[in-house]
């Protein structure tokens, strides 16, 4: 899997399933995803402490091999596997690739690993990439967006992420999940950024969660859980969701106001959509789904103007790094200029779907401004029925226009919003 990310640019989400399918016990099904993610998540480091190790480069048909180099790196350097095991069950897998020449060279690398650790280290530290594990163009990017900040995110980019709960409010209160959990032996706690959001204090199948399959309870980031919050609904009111997919936003929209009078929730993949009907039998809940693509309303809208639109628009997925750290594998230099494009056709498309006096929240899991609110601070320039509903006590850091939190603030992964409302009786 590490080999397929590298070299061919899949989604370590995508493959994992089919993986892990094939282990019947859950402690391999739990190491094989530990030893992926976290050898991606220090890819840049564990690769710079690799080729110290090398005599001479491996050719780049040799891929496999240098995958399995890296994650019997991963086991010695960072999770302190003992040497014996790590170093003689890479040689084995070795064998098994069928590279038999390789094994001498996979037991002498890693055994050189464990007497050099300490000077390994102290020399990839000199280098960004290495002592960050990120390539240097989002380095760069880091320290020019967020200058105060850079260096917290970029170590919160390298954290395990914790499991959050949401909380469905409408069948029960947080406190009283707390005590079921409680009673089951799950240690948890409130997490303040969201008053429906819990954090347990170990990452547990949900299976093992008390009410789970009854929709008590969802598997939602803090920060994420701001997005119905932050819509400031009411009863009666016509919601669009806009690239709903999985779900958990719309159902957590659906939680807060049951008394909408109708929510739209359009992805354009219809094997998304399933997920997201999926999600919302689970909490016994209804929306309309519409598989189509929200920036050609044309082909879907019926005429009849929304109240508030959710745009959870498509982004790098830059503030979730620490879900997926694959992506900082995943992108390119300039994908977030490429992203704000898509982004700015969006907003277009749905800006006259909006009713007079409607609120539009633009939401993205991203921490470059390319995507944020450098998009949002353009469609204001180009519009001038839009304004700005401002976040002043919503939490994260102040921006042109919006608000960002950061990766690790408040223990939660990293989210853009802003609030855009359309004047009553101007045109666009």
């Not at 008590?216 to 119905?228: E, I, K, P, T």
């Not at 470059?368 to 919503?394: C, I, M, P, T, Y």
Request: glycine share 8%; net charge negative.
């Amino acid at each position: 899997m590490v080999y397929r990310v590298v070299e061919h640019g899949e989604s370590l989400s995508a493959l994992l399933p089919a993986e892990l399918s094939g282990y019947q016990d859950p402690r391999q099904r739990g190491l094989v995803q530990e030893l992926s993610y976290g050898t991606l998540r220090w890819f840049h480091r564990l690769d710079a402490q690799l080729d110290q190790l090398l005599q001479r480069p491996l050719k780049k048909r040799d891929g496999d091999v240098r995958a399995l180099l890296l994650v019997g790196l991963y086991q010695l350097l960072i999770l302190e596997t003992p040497a014996h095991a790590a170093v003689a069950e890479s040689v084995e897998a070795v064998r098994t690739l069928g590279r038999h020449w390789a094994t001498g060279l996979t037991n002498g690398v890693l055994r050189n690993a464990v007497r050099r650790s300490a000077s390994l280290l102290e020399t990839v530290d000199r280098q960004p990439v290495a002592r960050w594990s990120h390539p240097q163009w989002w380095i760069e990017r880091m320290r020019k967006d967020w200058p105060q900040h850079w260096e917290s995110v970029l170590s919160a980019n390298n954290e395990r992420p914790p499991m959050v709960l949401r909380v469905n409010t409408q069948r029960l209160q947080r406190t009283d999940y707390l005590g079921m959990l409680a009673e089951a032996g799950i240690e948890a706690a409130p997490l303040d950024v969201a008053s429906s959001a819990i954090r347990l204090q170990e990452p547990r199948s949900v299976d093992g969660l008390p009410g789970f399959r009854a929709g008590l309870v969802s598997v939602q980031d803090g920060a994420a859980q701001l997005a119905a919050f932050l819509l400031d609904l009411a009863p009666g009111q016509r919601v669009l969701d806009a690239c709903a997919a999985p779900g958990g936003k719309t159902g957590h929209v659906l939680e807060l106001e049951p008394g909408l009078s109708s929510l739209v929730a359009i992805d354009s993949s219809v094997e998304r959509l399933e997920r997201v009907r999926e999600n919302l039998d689970r909490l016994q809940l209804q929306a309309e789904l519409v598989a189509a693509d929200a920036a050609e309303p044309s082909a879907w809208w019926d005429g009849r103007p929304f109240d508030r639109i959710l745009l959870d628009a498509p982004c790098s997925a830059s503030g979730v790094v620490r879900r997926h750290p694959d992506i900082k594998l995943l992108r390119r230099v300039g994908d977030p200029e490429a992203l704000a494009v898509q982004q700015q056709r969006l907003l277009e498309a749905l800006w006259p779907l909006l009713a007079p006096g409607g609120m539009i929240l633009y939401v993205t899991c991203s921490v470059f401004s390319a995507e944020n609110s450098n998009v949002l601070d353009a469609f204001l320039q180009r519009h001038g029925d839009a304004g700005e509903v401002a976040l002043q006590k919503a939490p994260g850091q102040s921006t042109p226009v919006g608000r960002q939190v950061l990766p690790g603030e408040q223990d939660t992964d990293g989210f853009y919003y802003a609030r855009i409302v359309k004047a009553p009786g101007l045109n666009s």
